[in-house]
């Protein structure tokens, strides 16, 4: 079989985030990450497009998503205090959404940096 | 860290002849930082490569990446804001005793080679890590290190910039910045932003079990926090999101699960040196991304009614 190949893919396991990396895959998942190293070859062969878990749980049961994202703003709202934290691995476009949800909840917003 | 003396790792890769790791193990935790960046490459400034370059490795133990250093200077532990301040009196020709120098495990004839390096390179970098600026004196020793690096401007280019660690936490810094004014530690709590480390970090925030939500997101704390503020998270409605089951996910009350970034999902993370690259994720996944999982919460929560009454004030008053 042949393998589809990506040129120039970024890697954002470390704050390096090289961008130089060639990814061949299968659209299932990647076999190789050339130039990458180990930590980011760990990163890329370990995350694959299969339908390993649940969409989501919702009080440990599986839940659709409409499901989980109505219990989810519940919650939210009904906390005088929430706190909205994380964001290292993820894109910046959902930490602008993140940065938005604690102001229209008037909650708590943190990075793993105040460690 | 508005304010401090920094550039691309561009600059350094084209002009940094003299490279200092101060607290960090790059060989292990940034394993390309040296062949992409720094040491090993050559350029138009520095055509021999490795062989215009110097590079010195500060740390409490000798770590991999000490094989790569020309020279090793073991620091004792708890000492690094006493030796940056060593340096910088002794950059300025300033008196300091043996004793003191002794107190940070250094000598005076290793000192004033390092100074004497440092004066005449042509163009200095200093990348500090969390060995510096999570051990004693933390944002203080970052502080201290990037003052040394703005006073070194009187006799050559000099620059600093911190390794920051995995993922896009760059990013997160960035975006609060541009979105609220700071950089971490924030508080929505009187309609605007306020920032105060030590009460709205969250570790401290989860300790004091001040918090009667949690939303968490792109990190595990429920594998990485003291056990205080993990049975906080316990006790708390706490909602995870996450392209694996993670240990947060295990005592959440809704977990989500989302393509992971730059292998599935498109968008945005920063380089260490605060340059935004675009992802180009390979994969297609059966599942949402964190982006549109967050703002459709933020549209769900748009219907119900505003957390603060119509006409209330912004702020508080001194009777509260
Ligand atoms: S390939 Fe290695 S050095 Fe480059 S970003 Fe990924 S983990 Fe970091």
Known sequence: MTLQVVNNATCTFCGCVCDDIQLHHDEVRIHEARKACVLGTAWFLNHTAEKKYPVALVDGKEATLDEAIEAAAHHLHEADMPLVYGMSNTTCEAQKECAALADQLGGLLDSHTSL | ?320
């Open chain 2, 1 to 320: 860290m508005g304010g401090k003396v920094t550039c691309t790792l561009g600059e350094v890769k084209q002009r940094a002849d003299f490279i200092v790791y101060w607290g960090g193990n790059p060989a292990e935790c940034h394993p390309r930082h040296f062949t992409k960046y720094t040491i090993m490459q050559k350029s138009r400034f520095l055509p021999r490569g490795r062989k215009d370059r110097t590079m010195v490795l500060v740390d409490i133990r000798e770590t991999k990446s000490a094989k790569a250093a020309d020279t090793f200077l073991q620091v004792k532990p708890g000492k690094d804001f006493e030796l940056i301040t060593i340096l910088r009196a002794m950059i300025k020709d300033q008196r300091v005793t043996d004793a003191q120098i002794e107190d940070t495990g250094m000598t005076r004839e290793v000192l004033d080679k390092l100074v004497d390096q440092m004066k005449n390179c042509k163009f200095g970098c200093m990348f500090f890590g969390m060995g510096l600026s999570m051990t004693r004196g933390k944002h203080m020793n970052s502080a201290a290190l990037l003052t040394l690096a703005a006073e070194l401007n009187a006799f050559t280019k000099f620059v600093a910039m911190p390794m920051r660690g995995h993922g896009n936490v760059t990013g997160a810094d960035v975006i609060m910045r541009w979105q609220t004014g700071y950089p971490f530690g924030i508080t929505f709590n009187r309609g605007y932003p306020r920032y105060n480390p030590g009460e709205f970090s969250t570790v401290d925030v989860l300790v004091r079990g001040d918090c009667d939500a949690a939303f968490i997101i792109g990190a595990d704390p429920g594998a990485t926090m003291p056990q205080p503020a993990i049975d906080h998270l316990k006790r708390i409605p706490t909602i995870c999101l996450d392209p694996h089951i993670t240990h947060t996910s295990k005592l959440a009350r809704v977990h989500i699960t989302t393509a992971p970034q730059g292998i599935a999902a498109p968008g945005t993370a920063y380089r260490m040196d605060e340059l935004p690259l675009p992802l180009k994720p390979a994969l297609k996944s059966p599942y949402p991304t964190d982006e549109e999982v967050v703002r459709r919460i933020n549209e769900e929560l748009q219907k119900k009614p505003f957390w603060m009454p119509e006409g209330a004030p912004l702020t508080m008053t001194a009777h509260g």
